[in-house]
């Protein structure tokens, strides 16, 4: 078997369909902690073979464009997470954020930023508060961490972090960019660091959250940053990723997308068993 890179997305506990440290995940998906579970087992059974470790973690403050308790209805109030809000609904006053005790600029900036969004075919979605910095909830699940850790003495090497989220004026679902860079903040634009990680020519296998969104997200950009072989040398453990709930035909599409451009989907279970 070729040395393998393994790219890890959001593998974290706000994800996890479980409690952790006594207190429960701030938007789990469904199957996520399983998805870790079998990630656990291949990286114990195939450590030799796994050359080098990627892991992305998504970082938020409590204050974030996209979380739902930074915006207000008309009436004040706060919008149900996950409500999907457009340039018309700020403009039309149905929707307004707490942005202007931020900057004097913010209002101006979120309706531009919404509309550069909808010019991509895009909404902006308020999500509940997740993955905080210096939070619980923001730590890898336990027990893939300490396969990692396990994975680090056995080979003796250290795994390498992407950190992303942090700024609270753009979304960041890929590990290789955000939606919309913003100016003046090289974390969020396109991450060459990265790019140089998977420059080849290993095979790399991707798992992580969620099959929907942030895996989506950085394989997409892959595919379009990336180096030109990236599309043959990708996997998806399909079995190590789950998608958000109400996006699964969003991740079945993506599945069937990336399965037209030459990347493999296989179940973790299928793999170092005789096969490439």
């Known amino acids: 078997m070729n040395a393998i890179q393994l790219l890890i997305i959001d593998a974290q506990n706000d994800f996890c369909d479980r409690p952790f440290a006594g207190a429960l995940p701030a938007l789990p998906v469904p199957g996520a902690y ?16 796994i050359d080098s470790v990627i892991v992305s973690l998504d970082l938020h403050h409590s204050i974030d464009l996209a979380h739902y308790t930074m915006w207000r209805d008309a009436n004040g109030a706060l919008p149900p997470p996950f409500t999907q809000v457009t340039a018309a ?47 619980p909830g ?37 590990a290789l960019k955000a939606v919309i860079p913003y100016p003046g903040d090289a974390d969020t634009d396109l991450n060459r ?16 959250q969620a099959s929907s969104h942030c895996v989506r997200q950085t394989v997409l950009d892959l595919l379009q940053y990336g180096p030109a072989d990236i599309a043959g040398r990708l996997t998806l453990l399909t079995d190590c990723m789950s998608p958000v709930p109400g996006c699964e035909a969003l991740a079945e599409q993506f599945f069937d997308d990336v399965r037209q451009r ?9 793999l ?3 096969r490439p």
């Open 262 to 270: 030459g990347v493999r989907l296989a179940a973790a279970s299928e």
């Open 193 to 208: 660091h990265l790019l140089e990680l998977l420059a080849g020519p290993q095979p790399v296998w991707v798992a992580g």
């Open 272 to 274: 170092g068993c005789g």
């Open 138 to 174: 923001a730590n890898l699940n336990a027990e893939l961490a300490g396969a990692l850790q396990r994975w680090e003495s056995k080979r003796f090497k250290a795994i390498d972090v992407i950190e992303k989220g942090r700024n609270i004026w753009t979304e960041s679902f890929s």
């Open 34 to 49: 399983q998805d870790c579970l079998r990630l656990v087992r291949l990286v114990d059974r195939l450590a030799e073979a």
């Open 89 to 135: 609904d700020v403009r039309h006053g149905r929707y307004r954020a707490l942005a202007a005790a931020i900057s004097a600029d913010a209002e101006q900036y979120i309706l531009e930023y919404l509309q550069n969004l909808e010019q991509l075919g895009l909404a902006l979605t308020l999500w509940p508060p997740h993955c905080l910095v210096g939070s």
